[in-house]
C-alpha cells in the first residue's frame, strides 16, 4: 500500500469517486473542472497563496510590477488607437489575487495616462467570490472608481480582454491513438492500494473531439498522447458578448496546432504543479495541485474568428514585451533618483526572467483585434516572429 502520495481533499476524492460509482469513469475534462474549479473545495477556491512565491508557481505579475506597468503601456496604447472612448473596459480572466490590475492601474497612474479615468474593470474567476474579493482590494488601494459589476454598461462595449495564464487551466479532454483508432483516455477509480484514481481507456466521448482535430488538419501518430480543451468555444463566445469592439491580449503557454501536437510532443502536455515542483502524477493531492496544459493557440484564432475577431500577431513574451517599451521602462527607472540599489538589482534580475526564452519569455502572446480598422496593431508586436 502506497504511504507517501500527497493526500487530496477528502471531500473533492468522495464526490468524484462517488461519481464514478454511480455513472461510471468520466472524462478527464470532468475531473479537471471539480479539481479545479469546485466554488467550495477546489483548487482555485480554497487559497489566496496561488500563484506566489509561498504557493505553488509564480507568474509574471508576481514577479515584479514591471510587467503590470508594461500593461498598462499597452491599454493606453489601445485606448487611443480607438479614438479615446469616454469608457474602456477591460476584462480579465483568470484575475486571481489581482496582482496584475493593481500594477496596471498604478502603471497607468505614472504614466498620466488619461485612461485611468475612464476604464472600466471587470474580473471573471472560475470562483466567482474571488471576483468579489478583489473588488475590495482595488476599493482600499484607491481604485474602486474603476470596478464594474459583470455585465454591467452599456453595450456595444468598447475595450480589450486579458488572459494571463488563464487558458491552460480550462478543463482538457486526453485522447490518443491506439491500433489506428482515436481513443480518449478516462478517469476511473480502483479500490486497490486504498483506493485511487486510475486511466481508463475508451472511446471518444463526443464526436466534437475529432472533429477538432481535423480542422486543424491534425492526425495523432500511433501511441501518440494529446489534448483538447472544448471549452475554447464556450470562452470565446463569452468574452465576444463583453467586448465587441476592440483588442484581446492572450498570455500563456502553448502553439498553433502543427507544433502543439508535433512529433515533438508525443506525451502531451499536461501536467500538475505543486510547491514550485512540476510533475505528471495528475491523481494525487486532488484539489491541492494545479492541472494545466498548453494552449492550442490555432483553436483559439478559429474560436474567436467565428465572433468577428482577427489575429493582429503571435510573438514571444519576451519580444512582446520588447516591443511595448520594456527598454524604455528600463531606462526610465534607472534614470530614477529614488530607487535604491537593492530595488535595481530586483528588477534587472526579473527583466532577466520575463524575457529568458526558456522562463517566462517563452510564453506566446496572442493579439486579436475585432471592429478595428484595417492596418491597426499594437507596438508588442513590431518584433513579431514566425510561429
Known amino acids: 500500500m502506497e504511504t507517501d502520495r500527497p493526500s487530496g481533499d477528502p471531500v473533492l476524492v468522495e464526490k468524484l469517486r462517488a461519481e464514478i460509482a454511480e455513472n461510471g469513469p468520466i472524462t478527464f475534462a470532468r475531473f479537471m ?30 514577479l515584479h510590477p514591471v510587467f503590470g506597468a508594461i500593461i498598462a503601456r499597452v491599454l493606453d496604447e489601445a485606448w487611443r488607437a480607438l479614438e479615446r472612448p469616454d469608457r474602456f473596459l477591460v476584462r480579465e480572466y483568470g484575475a486571481g489575487n489581482g496582482r496584475l490590475v493593481l500594477d496596471t492601474l498604478a502603471g497607468l497612474r505614472a504614466i498620466d495616462s488619461g485612461l485611468l479615468e475612464r476604464l472600466r474593470y471587470e474580473a471573471v474567476e472560475i470562483v466567482e467570490r474571488r471576483a468579489a474579493m478583489l473588488e475590495e482590494r482595488l476599493e482600499a488601494a484607491g481604485f474602486g472608481h474603476v470596478v464594474q459589476a459583470r455585465g454591467a454598461g452599456e453595450r456595444p462595449v468598447v475595450g480589450c480582454v486579458l488572459a494571463n495564464e488563464f487558458l491552460d487551466a480550462l478543463p482538457v479532454h486526453r485522447l490518443g491513438r491506439s491500433g489506428g483508432l482515436l481513443r480518449e483516455v478516462y478517469v476511473g477509480w480502483t479500490d486497490d492500494d486504498g483506493g485511487r484514481f486510475v486511466d481508463s481507456p475508451g472511446g471518444p466521448s463526443t464526436p466534437a473531439l475529432a472533429e477538432r482535430l481535423a480542422a486543424e488538419g491534425i492526425e495523432l501518430g500511433e501511441g501518440q498522447q494529446a489534448e483538447v480543451c472544448l471549452e475554447i468555444d464556450s470562452w470565446a463566445a463569452d468574452m465576444s458578448a463583453a467586448v465587441e469592439r476592440g483588442f484581446a491580449v492572450l498570455v500563456d503557454y502553448g502553439r498553433r496546432a ?4 508535433g512529433p515533438a510532443r508525443r506525451a502531451g502536455t499536461l501536467r500538475a504543479y505543486r510547491d514550485h515542483r512540476v510533475h505528471d502524477d495528475l491523481y494525487v ?46 531606462l526610465g527607472r534607472q534614470a530614477d533618483p529614488a530607487m535604491s540599489i537593492g530595488e535595481y538589482t ?24 475585432r471592429g478595428l ?10 518584433f513579431e516572429g514566425p510561429r
Open 346 to 369: 530586483s528588477l534587472r534580475a526579473s527583466i532577466g526572467r520575463l524575457l529568458d526564452p526558456l522562463a517566462l519569455g517563452g510564453f506566446q502572446v496572442l493579439v486579436l483585434g
Open 285 to 330: 493531492a486532488v484539489g491541492r495541485q494545479d492541472l494545466t496544459a498548453h494552449v492550442d493557440f490555432t483553436a483559439v484564432e478559429r474560436a474567436t474568428a467565428r465572433h468577428g475577431w482577427r489575429t493582429l500577431g503571435l510573438t514571444s513574451q519576451a519580444e512582446f514585451l520588447v516591443g511595448a517599451g520594456l527598454g524604455q521602462l528600463l
Open 258 to 261: 502543427e507544433v502543439l501536437y
Open 373 to 382: 480598422p484595417d492596418g491597426t496593431t499594437l507596438a508588442g508586436l513590431e
Open 33 to 62: 473542472a471539480v479539481a479545479l474549479g469546485d466554488p467550495e473545495r477546489g483548487y482555485y477556491a480554497v487559497s489566496d497563496a496561488r500563484p506566489t512565491r509561498s504557493g505553488d508557481y509564480l507568474s509574471a505579475p508576481e
